[in-house]
């Protein structure tokens, strides 16, 4: 009512942050991606398939010749570190979503003999030209 904008003008005034950033805070950033495991159906595969498709992932199939962008492995294979007595059990079981992490040293920019994927120097996403790949 009335006495909203007079309340809301002396609030403005004087903006005093309950919580501050400590001036020790990281400055930089790491982009990353969240999967909801407990949403993720195990046998599905639909989003593998599609981040495949749309980053022109090849399939081979020969086993030692996959290459992979984002796939799924038991919890205690990929957080070994990770076990403890408060890890929920249905979740101990289920497996986990394994993707890029835009490593700081990207082993697959190393390798790339076309240097189509790269990391970019401005945010570190490691990246793909698709016109420099070799299907």
Same mark, same amino acid.
């Given at each position: +009512? $009335?006495?909203?904008?007079?309340?809301?003008?002396?609030?403005?005034?004087n &903006?005093?942050p309950?919580?501050?950033k400590?001036p020790?805070? $990281?400055k930089?950033?790491?982009?990353?991606m969240?999967?909801?495991?407990g949403? *993720?159906?195990e046998e599905c595969?639909?989003c $593998?398939?599609? *981040? !495949? @498709?749309?980053?022109?992932?090849?399939?081979? @199939?020969?086993?030692? =010749?996959e #290459?992979k962008?984002?796939?799924? %492995? &038991?919890?205690?294979?990929?957080?070994?570190?990770?076990? !403890? !007595?408060?890890? =929920? %059990?249905?979740?101990?079981?289920?497996?986990?979503?394994? $993707?890029?992490? !835009? /490593? =700081?040293?990207p &082993? *697959?920019?190393?390798v /790339?003999?076309?240097?189509?994927?790269?990391? @970019?120097?401005? =945010? +570190? #996403?490691?990246?793909?030209?698709y016109?420099? *790949? #070799? &299907?």
């Amino acid at each position: +009512g $009335l006495g909203a904008k007079p309340a809301w003008d002396a609030l403005a005034a004087n &903006p005093s942050p309950k919580f501050a950033k400590s001036p020790e805070a $990281l400055k930089g950033k790491r982009w990353a991606m969240v999967v909801d495991m407990g949403k *993720c159906r195990e046998e599905c595969r639909d989003c $593998l398939e599609a *981040c !495949h @498709r749309v980053h022109n992932v090849p399939d081979f @199939r020969n086993f030692k =010749d996959e #290459i992979k962008w984002i796939w799924k %492995e &038991p919890l205690k294979a990929v957080f070994p570190e990770q076990e !403890h !007595h408060y890890l =929920d %059990e249905p979740l101990k079981e289920k497996p986990v979503m394994v $993707l890029c992490n !835009h /490593c =700081d040293h990207p &082993p *697959c920019v190393r390798v /790339c003999p076309t240097k189509a994927t790269f990391k @970019r120097p401005e =945010d +570190g #996403i490691v990246m793909m030209d698709y016109h420099r *790949c #070799i &299907p």
